[in-house]
């Protein structure tokens, strides 16, 4: 499968810092990313999507960067927010069919 | 709008009973949603993708006696857990895709399973 049930890794910033969290993904032939962020006891929620004719994306706040060579996806959050606080994953899509997920990362925001 | 409805959002159920999920589009039509399971700390496994008026497709190691899916309409997709067991408590989670677009596969709120 695409998706690996691995223990989250953590993150902890402090407020106002800018993150960054990193995503390897499996699938050479995966052609469009997503970003999602869960807060606990609830599902995904899109962050910002980026397909793989390009390589940055921003958003607000946000910034998605992709690189094809290495399968690599990154997640820049600027001035981190405690709302910010949650499990962000990345997830695969190859030619609108299924999503798979990342292994997520837990990110604490530190007051 | 693309808001996805899940329910129950937690349910406790004896062992060897069974429980069924339900993963509504509200505001729009899915010929596609998706099934996914997701233990604590853990990240999200696709079980199944849940195709209207057709069997689903269920990813490897998956038990499709034990999950039962049923996409009866372009608006529900139900989730079926046959015989439970402890091992099988977990996060839950359904996501839809629009007929018409490739971004906007939006996520339920998922459902907290627990057998006991």
């Known amino acids: ?111 | 709008g693309a808001v996805v409805s899940q329910h129950p959002s937690r349910v406790i159920c004896k062992s060897g009973t069974s429980v069924k999920i339900e993963c509504r589009s509200l505001d729009f039509q899915a010929t596609t949603m998706f099934w996914y399971r997701q233990f604590p700390k853990q990240s999200l496994m696709l079980m199944a993708t849940s195709n209207e008026g057709s069997k689903a497709t269920y990813e490897q190691g998956v038990e499709k006696d034990k999950f039962l899916i049923n996409h009866a309409s372009l608006t529900l997709s139900t989730l079926t857990v046959t015989s439970a067991h402890p091992e099988d408590s977990s996060f839950y989670i359904c996501s839809a895709k629009r007929m018409t677009e490739r971004v906007g596969y939006t996520f339920g709120s998922g459902t907290r399973l627990t057998v006991v």
Not at chain 1, 2 to 29: K, M, R, W
Not at chain 1, 33 to 53: A, H, L, T, V
Not at chain 1, 72 to 87: E, F, K, M, R, W
């Open chain 1, 1 to 111: 499968g695409e998706s690996v049930g691995l223990h989250l890794p953590t993150l902890s910033v402090q407020e106002g810092d800018n993150s960054i969290i990193n995503c390897a993904y499996s699938n050479s032939a995966s052609d469009y990313f997503i970003w999602y962020k869960q807060e606990s006891g609830k599902g995904p929620q899109f962050i910002i999507d980026i397909r793989s004719n390009m390589d940055k994306r921003q958003g607000q706040r946000v910034t998605v960067l992709l690189n094809k060579t290495v399968k690599h996806l990154s997640l820049q959050i600027a001035a981190t927010q405690p709302g910010d606080s949650a499990v962000y994953f990345c997830a695969e899509n190859i030619a609108g069919n299924q999503f798979y997920f990342g292994t997520g990362t837990s990110l604490t925001v530190i007051p």
